[in-house]
């Protein structure tokens, strides 16, 4: 029996010897990166473009902070505590409130992916780029889309929508609160009681205008409303922000078919988050750090309070504008009204690229400035003023930036 056990003992060893030598039976053919053997080295900018923005120092601070695992009740703390901080910027008691593990183009997904199934009407306020996605995701789907087409720099009125309502009778209605490549505001008083009416959801894309620009969930009748992390909210680009009232929940909650993305299903990210009871369920893995950074900027926005927010974005940008036209750029958007207060679009002037003009502002002033994007693109500067960055002292640098670009960069003769 030991003569047995003995040999067999031997024969386990050479095996297992041989398993090991086997592991490194192939020459290595790609080297280790050169690159990656010098430090990390990151220019220092200033970020006024329409996002991300500069970290606030506090917020900064705590991408530093030492990791937890995702699942410990200490992160459950700091989960509610973010819960709490998106229903004050949200302006909402909505219990379906919670983080996307993913920016905010992912969080427009979630919501389309959750509440349109093959074959529901879905109407798309279509004046910029975000409502042209949004119209692509849900061809993808299957759902029958019906774009309300505006020319860019434009806006919708009551009378426009409850035109479409009327005759597309869609489940859902797109809107973008803050439209980013054109720089409208749109208006949201009246449409979320318009679309009621009509027995239809409304969905908001707030990326780019919350914490900037007053929004008030529950009292303006907002069905679906979703933001982003690296605008106003001055945190790390990547996780979103996102809330579902009772109606919207109902709609998700009674579909005939899975949503088509296991990622964004929200019934299984209600459980993550703690939405329905007090015992979470693992979906996956959270961006623990991020979620440091989002609560941080959270806080910074509540001691700020909401409407001291909106009115120094209000203020700063409105500096901004003085200095814009004392320069004798032109607002892309006509109605003054209707422009954003967290992005400002001027019209390209005449004679020049503005690509000449970004890259002039970039390379002698350390600024980010963009062009435009989608149905603007080669016909705006963009400028941001976010949250942090909403200051006068930033809107004269880059005034001054402007300034000199115009001068010096070439201007071709029309």
Known sequence: MFRMLAKASVTLGSRAASWVRNMGSHQLLVPPPEALSKPLSIPKRLLLGPGPSNLAPRVLAAGSLRMIGHMQKEMFQIMDEIKQGIQYVFQTRNPLTLVVSGSGHCAMETALFNLLEPGD???????????????????????????????????????????????????????????????????????????????????????????????????????????????????????????????????????????????????????????????????????????????????????????????????????????????????????????????????????????DIVSYVLDHFNIEISGGLGPSEDKVLRIGLLGYNATTENADRVAEALREALQHCPKNKL
């Not at 009778?169 to 409208?184: A, D, N, Q, R």
């Not at 979703?226 to 109606?247: E, H």
């Open 121 to 355: 009407s879905f109407l798309v306020g279509t004046n910029g780029i975000w409502g042209i996605r949004a119209a692509e995701i849900a061809e993808r789907i299957g759902a029958r889309v019906h774009q309300m087409i505006k020319k860019p720099g434009e806006h919708y009125t009551l009378q426009e929508v409850e035109e479409g309502l009327a005759q597309h009778k869609p489940v859902l209605l797109f809107l973008t609160h803050g439209e980013s490549s054109t720089g409208v505001l749109q208006p949201l008083d009246g449409f979320g009681e318009l679309c009621h009416r009509y027995q239809c959801l409304l969905l908001v894309d707030s990326v780019a205008s919350l914490g900037g620009v007053p929004i008030y969930m529950d009292q303006q009748g907002i069905d679906i409303l979703y933001s982003g992390s690296q605008k106003v909210l001055n945190a790390p680009p990547g996780i979103s922000l996102i809330s579902f009232n009772d109606k919207a929940k109902s709609k998700v909650y009674s579909r005939k078919t899975k949503p088509v993305s296991f990622y964004t299903d929200i019934t299984y990210l209600s459980k993550l988050w703690g939405c329905e009871g007090k015992t979470r369920v693992i979906h996956h893995t959270l961006p623990v750090i991020s979620l440091y950074c989002l609560r941080e900027s959270l806080a910074l926005i509540s001691e700020q309070g909401l409407e001291n927010s909106w009115r120094r974005h209000r203020e700063a940008t409105a500096h901004l504008h003085k200095c814009l036209r004392e320069l004798g750029l032109k607002f892309f958007v006509k109605d003054p009204e209707i422009r954003l207060p967290t992005i400002t679009t001027v019209t390209v002037p005449a004679g020049y690229n503005w690509r």
